[in-house]
């Protein structure tokens, strides 16, 4: 029985999935099975995975989308293996990736998580941002209420986990950051760390629905993800566990009256978080919208100046030219 577990679930995949099985496969740590599991694809991603041949690969195929936090909540009760991951399939790993948090889980067994630092990239694959992440528990667990201290796609967990949370991930969170909400449950109960290197290569993918088309809930998860932690870090539990959404739905009606008061703070909101993820293009028209909306508010004017400050950064980089993932791995 192999030692890890890694789950690819894939739906159009396609351009990107031999890329990041690839960089799985070679990987100096050898001691895993790779489940790669079509969601229903409508384009090659399902003849892509058939043609794949290495041992360590099994091919699960659903006929009908049903979407990643399902896909993994059945897919995840299979596990027989000590540990594992659940990765992206548009995403590559560093060849050492696996080895480093491996050694880090098996040394320390009082560790539950581990993540690693990362590399997010365009689509070409050319790098435009580094996260560096925490790796002391302390830090991770002062922080986490504030801002998530792991990506989802990096993070090998102890299969003993799931004994704790037979939900993996949680359906209220089925179309955006489960990820972030099953990290803070781990952290609130747990010891965790990441490497602090970065070893993955996180590809942002411009037809990304959760970037294009923002909302108040969007906007506001990890307020809602914090606003829960601190639930279970006071009672033991939170509204979801207890069974009480409706108390985490009026959380969410109660944030989206500041947007009623202020009808561009949505677009405003969305331009800072495109900007931050160098999506200029959606920036810009979401700092117009503002502007349209409210063009008396001085935050609307700052906005646009500052959108146009940063666009110009972002275009002297690419012209410059940024490096390729391919280059700093190796």
Known sequence: MAQL??????????????EAVDSLLNQTFTDFELWIIDDGSTDSTKEMIASFAD???KKIFYTENIGRVAVCNEVVKQIISEFFTITDADDVSHSTRLQKQMDLLISKPELMMCGTSFIAMDEKGYKFLELLLPTEQKEIYEQMPNRSQFLGATTIMRSSVLKYFPELYRLYFKDNIADADL??????QFQTTN???PLYYYRMVSNSLSRKNTSIRFLNLYKLISF??????TSGEDSLQRNKPEVVDQFLLTLSKSYLEDHSLLHRQTAFTHLYWQKTKLAWRSSVAAWCGNPLHWKNYFLLGYVVTKGSYYLLLDLVGRAHYSEIKN
């Open 5 to 18: 577990t890694i789950l690819m679930p894939a739906y159009n995949a396609a351009p990107f999935i031999k």
């Open 55 to 57: 041992f360590r690969i």
């Open 183 to 188: 990290a803070s449950r781990i952290v609130d």
């Open 195 to 197: 490497v602090l290197e």
């Open 228 to 233: 829960l932690s601190n639930e279970r870090r």
